[in-house]
């Protein structure tokens, strides 16, 4: 029966393939990149699958051989030891194509809208938000073809951020980075603490896949756009005219502001892409809370009132709750070295969708 879901998808395969290469579907530019990607997500499950079919072929032709009386006794020998090599690795295909046809999240290979925003804790939630900011864009700079750019920020006098929001376009951005949702803590003396006396504080961070316009409709009458100047430091920061935008979703009560462009247009460009991707946010919080009630994934729901990692400067660790990993190298996670936790998550992920897999065989 699995063979058979694995035989369907290799059909499909076949069908992109053929639709991929007709003129018409090609002059269709939009179309014909979705069907690419689609085709390049199938490719992996289909080589493994086609190597399955000739490892399969080659163990029964070898039980052929051993079941024929009249075979040499040289060849049997030889069949006999070739049989046990290649059932070997017909196991090891057989876990490869369970592991590849687990359900993989649609977004996974979409750019992203990342907030972070400061917490609990003032002016050190700021700070530290900051320092959340930082690791993350270092993180980015590490990745292959990832860029990054500032859509919003807002910055206190003390240094740090009260809330910045970017983007970030590259392969595979979402699947790598949608774990960082949620709860950031921090435990550390705070620069203003006189007394030395260790403080917690907090920042949210949130990760939105970036929406296509086919994915969100959004009707710009249901949107009430204000514009005003923007604040700032002061003197030449500050602009003279009303560049800022403020855009506020009337249905859902969703306010997106943008003023880090000096053009109008430009920040009502980017307020517009951080709308669709709150309301595609929103639809997929809706859609998914009834299973978030019946099963609460150990690697967290996504949920971005959740605690889900502890950042202990006088112990120089990091810890990540949902997987029970704590790292002694805080300097260096800080620093972007955040692929431990990134790998972990995406395999505590995988194993629970296995075990989802094998209870409905």
Known sequence: MFIDKVRAVENKFIDLEQRISDPSVIARQDEWQRLTREHAALTPLVAAFRKYKEVT??????????????SDEELAAMAKEELIALEKERDALEDELHMLMLPKDPHDDKNIIMEIRGGAGGDEAALFAGDLFRMYSKYIEKQKGWKASIISSNAPELGGVKE??????????YGKLK???GVHRVQRVPVTEAGGRIHTSTATVAVLPEAEDVEVELNMDDVRTDYFRSSGAGGQHVNKT?????????????????????????NR????R????????????????????TRRSQVGTGDRSERIRTYNYPQGRVTDHRVNVTLYKLESVLNGEIDEFVQALAEARRAELMKEAEAND
């Open 274 to 293: 951080v709308l669709k991707a709150r309301l595609l946010d929103k639809a997929q919080q809706e859609a998914t809370a009834e299973v978030t009630e």
């Open 269 to 272: 460009a980017k307020a517009v």
């Open 242 to 266: 009303s560049s800022a935008v403020r855009m506020t979703h009337i249905p859902t009560g969703i306010v997106v502001e943008c003023q880090d462009e000096r053009s109008q247009l430009e």
């Open 179 to 181: 774990y960082e949702s």
């Open 164 to 173: 910045v929001i970017f983007s970030v376009e590259g392969n595979g951005v």
């Open 57 to 70: 072929a080659a163990i029964d032709g070898d039980k052929d051989i051993l079941a024929d009386n009249g």
